[in-house]
Structure formats: C-alpha cells, structure tokens
C-alpha cells in the first residue's frame, strides 16, 4: 500500500464526510442503557443507529453486506462484513453508546452541540467511541481505493459498552458464524498518552462497582438528642472504607484485588514514562495546591494501569447544603467503583470486597454492600507478532513522524476480556484517541482530529500488512 497516498485519502474523506457525519451523530443523547433505561421508547439510540448506518452505505465498500443484528429486549448491534483477499478474518471494534453529559461544560461548549476549535471536535461521544465505525469503515475503503488485498473484515459497533457490555455476549454467541474466528482484532476504543505518536494498549484494569449502605435508625433524629448516643452512620461507613483502603496513601488492603505486576509491564511503563515525564499526570485540572500521588512518573503510570484503585462515584442519604439541619441521618449510603488489575479476578474481589464490608459491622449497625452487575475482569494483550509490530513501527514513523509507544490503560472494556477468551491465539490492536485532555466522560469531551486521521490510516496499513503476513 501507498501509505502516503492513503493517508491523503483518509484525510480528505475526515475532512469532507467523517466530520460532518460526527457533528450529527454528538447532537443526538444516545446515553447508555444504564444512564437511559427507557432508551428503547426515548428512539436516540435508534437515530445514531441510522445516521451510522446510511452514512456506512454512502462509501459504497465492495463485497459488502451491512445489517442491524437485534435479539429481543438487548441494544441493537451493527455488523458490516467486507469480503477479503485471503480467508482470515479481521474484528473491528468500536461501540455508539455514550455517557451522560456532565456538568461543567466551558463557555461555548455542550455535550449535544458540536463544535470545531483549534483542531478538535467538542462534543459527547465522538471520541468514546462515535468514531470508530467512522474510522474502520474509511480505512477499508483506503485499501479498496488502492486495489490493496485485505482479509475479510467484521466491523462490530455495539450500543451497550458504556454499561458494561452485558448484551454483548449474547451477540457474540447469536453471531458467532459471522465473526468467524478472527486472527486479527482491532479496537478502537482505547487511549493514547499523547498525541505524537501510535500508542497500543497492552492492558486493561477490570472494574467492580457497587453500593455500601450503612443504616442506624428508621428515622433521623435531632443530633443535639441524639449525637453520642446513636452512633453516626458516616462514621461507621468511614470505618468500613479503612478495611480495603489505606485512607493515608490509597493503597488497596485486599489481597484479591492485588498482583504481582510483570517484569516486562514494569519496563513498558518507564519506557512510557519517558516519552511522556510530566505529562503523565500535568493534564488533569487539580485544584490549587493539589499533588500527584507520586512524584515518579513510571510509578504513576502503574497506579493508573496495574494497581487499584477506590473511588467514591457517587452517594444518598446526604442532604444538599441548602437543606440540611442538625439531624442524625438515619443512613448514608455510597456508591464504590473499584479499578483491578489487568489479571484480577472481579469475581473473587466482588466476593471480597462484600465479605469484608458487612463481616463484624460496627454497633451492630445495618451494613449492605450489593454488587452491580457493571463490573468486569481485566485484559492483558498477548506479546505482538513480528509482523504486527513492524506494522505498528512503520505506521507511527511515516503518519506521526516518532515510534510508537505501549502502554496500560485504566478504563475498562469488556469485550477485549471477552474476546481475549475466546479467541487465545488472535493477535491484538488495541488503540486510540483518548490523549491528554480529551476527557471521555467528563466536561468538554474532545476528538483531537489530526491524531484520528492519522490513526484511521494506521488501521489502513496495519490491514495491508496483516493480509501479507505469514500467519
């Protein structure tokens, strides 16, 4: 393949049908399952269905079959199939759900409002993930345009990842004949630590999320009556928290949740650490004052990939400001999202984490830890054929002008864990373009559209190379 030639391509169809077709596609609040539960009746997933679906049939790809896979009660799955040269089969991953809008948006900006400035498109979901189909699709039609063999490609946009996947595995079984079993998987929705270079993720952290209540009365009483006698719900769920957190350093105390972190992960890591210094944590918007949580840069890239994490993502029982008086809240109830390690189990740390929260409760006092059932274990990518490797280098050198670079991300997505199962002797991409700032579910979520083009055709080549490779 003429990469060149190909990435002028590419660039002209982001240019002229990829970005006006993602302005479309951020004006509608397709929210995930777990955010829209009546997304079914509300018809916003079904309207970005649509637009990606006409959009797809407007490239006129050759030997190509486009259908919208439904099973009853599930989000909808599109699937395009592309006939290739050779007989092996190509996973190309992306999904089209997206999460709430957040609060907090700059001056100008809105999740439901496209805007291009300085080079990025603002926006909810364009970057997680609305531009994958967008990017799979162009990048066959790349190698199409240049008579280029490729192996038959499965392009799989999903609805359901930013809920946990849980419809996706029924897919996978429904259409387990179509998919094949891939010898390549491509996902898009991953990150990358900066925009000058081709970054694979080599690993994924996996998640258990769940609510910890802790009651003390049917009713809140006046603390001046009460306070000293019953005792303080916040307290004791304090309490609680110190048994799987060290609250002076973050350390995670369950063993469960916990590894040895590989030799080779360890030196990825201060590779990274040297591309990026302090832009391994410079980007995030601390508030005055505020420090890392270390002061070297490698350590900190493994507490974002290989190490737990707690957070507090949300709670109930806790009066706004404006409406709270001097009460003794009969409960205090939060919700925890706890990040593992790639080679965790969550089975066995959800089982944990409940066991060790309701063992013994303090005061006798009512403590319940349900699990949610958004939670999966991690994924870590097998080592990287010669082939695929010389493909990645070739790529980041020629569209990025530097190597590449390999690193952990922290997110989770279930369906690499998924097919990583499945499929054990698959090669894996794994990449993205979340970098710095770009800040994927939060405010002013922004696809940085130099750094996608060039990755569009990087997918290009990595497709050509694959169907030359001796596999």
Not at 223 to 239: C, E
Not at 240 to 257: F, V
Not at 397 to 423: D, V, Y
Request: net charge negative; with cysteine; aromatic share 6%.
């Amino acid at each position: 393949m003429n990469l060149e030639a190909a990435a002028h391509f590419v660039a002209a169809r982001w240019r002229d049908s990829v970005v006006p077709a993602l302005c479309d596609y951020i004006r509608i609040p397709n929210q995930s399952p777990a955010f829209d539960p009546d997304w079914a009746e509300h018809g916003h997933m079904e309207r970005a269905i649509e637009l990606v679906l006409a959009w797809v049939r407007a490239q006129e790809l050759r030997d190509t079959s486009i259908e919208v896979v439904r099973l009853p009660n599930r989000t909808p799955v599109i699937l395009v199939e592309v006939a290739g040269q050779r007989p092996e089969t190509v996973l190309l991953y992306g999904h089209l759900d997206k999460q709430p809008p957040f609060a907090g948006w700059a001056e100008g900006l809105d999740p439901w409002t496209p805007v291009l400035r300085d080079g990025r498109l603002y926006g909810r979901g364009a970057a997680d993930d609305g531009y994958a189909a967008f990017a799979a699709i162009t990048a066959i039609k790349a190698l199409q345009e240049q008579g280029v063999a490729h192996a038959r490609c499965v392009v799989l946009i999903e609805a359901c990842e930013e809920s946990g996947s849980y419809d996706l595995p029924h897919y996978l079984r429904a259409a387990a004949d179509r998919i094949g079993k891939p010898s390549l998987v491509i996902g898009l929705d991953s990150g990358c630590g900066d925009y000058q270079r081709l970054w694979v993720t080599s690993s994924l952290r996996g998640l258990v999320n769940g609510d910890l209540q802790v009651a003390v009365l049917r009713d809140g009483v006046h603390s001046g009556n009460g306070g000293g006698i019953v005792p303080s719900s916040f307290r004791i769920l304090r309490h609680l928290l110190d048994r799987i957190e060290d609250a002076a350093t973050g350390a995670i105390r369950l063993p469960e949740a916990n590894v040895a972190i590989p030799g080779d992960i360890i030196a990825q890591a201060q590779a990274a650490a040297r591309v990026l210094g302090e832009r391994t944590h410079s980007e995030y918007p601390y508030a005055a004052g505020t420090r890392p949580m270390a002061k070297d840069p490698a350590e900190l890239v493994l507490n974002r990939t290989w190490r737990p994490q707690l957070e507090v993502i949300g709670a109930a029982g806790l009066p706004e400001l404006g409406h709270c008086g001097n009460v003794l809240r009969p409960s205090t109830t939060v919700r925890l999202s706890l990040r593992l390690p790639p080679t965790a189990d969550a089975g066995a740390a959800s089982m944990a984490l409940k066991r060790t929260l309701e063992a013994d409760p303090p005061y006798g006092a009512q403590v319940k830890f349900t699990v949610d059932s958004f939670g999966s274990s991690g994924w870590k990518s097998p080592a990287l054929a010669p082939w695929l490797e010389q493909a990645i280098a070739e790529s980041s050198q020629a569209l990025f002008g530097n190597e590449p670079c390999a690193m952990g991300e922290g997110g989770t997505i279930p369906f690499m864990t998924m097919l990583g199962e499945m499929f054990p002797q698959a090669q894996f991409l794994i990449t993205g373009v979340l970098g710095p700032q770009s800040n994927a579910h939060g405010p002013n979520e922004f696809l940085e559209l130099k750094t996608a083009e060039r990755l569009t055709a990087a997918v290009a080549n990595v497709l050509a190379r694959h169907a030359s490779a001796p596999l």
